[in-house]
């Protein structure tokens, strides 16, 4: 099973800016719709953004404006650019992949869903 890695975490002051990546550890003949979630310390798991297969993209309503999301179809790599970052922007951000085709069970099993995050701290 491929694993879904993400980097770009760390550390930043409010007002400052990261950005993540998220790449499957294999190339796969599938596609895959990918979103970014993120989960503060005593919060649930909330969404932040996504991007289907075709470009388009949604955003929460507590990141529109200052979070792109965006891919790389030939890095096969998924990128989420924050600008300016809030305290409670703080989280640990993981990486989501949903095969296009909802029932296709062959690319389900051949990527996992959820990344193994990477973590964002936003001090005031």
């Known amino acids: 099973q491929a694993q879904l890695i993400e980097s770009g975490g760390g550390s930043v002051q409010a007002g400052g800016s990261l950005s993540l990546s998220c790449a499957a550890s294999e190339y796969l003949y599938c596609r895959y719709d990918m979103s970014w979630y993120r989960q503060a310390p005593g919060k649930e798991r909330e969404f932040v953004s996504a991007i289907d297969s075709d470009g388009r993209t949604r955003y929460a309503d507590s990141v529109n404006g200052r979070f792109t999301i965006s891919q790389d179809n030939g890095k096969n790599t998924v990128y989420l650019q924050m600008n300016s970052l809030k305290p409670e922007d703080t989280a640990m951000y993981y990486c989501?992949?949903?095969?296009?085709?909802?029932?296709?069970?062959?690319?389900?099993?051949?990527?996992?869903?959820w990344g193994q995050g990477t973590l964002v701290t936003v001090s005031s």
């Open positions: 989501k992949a949903d095969p296009v085709v909802a029932g296709d069970r062959w690319c389900r099993n051949a990527l996992n869903t």
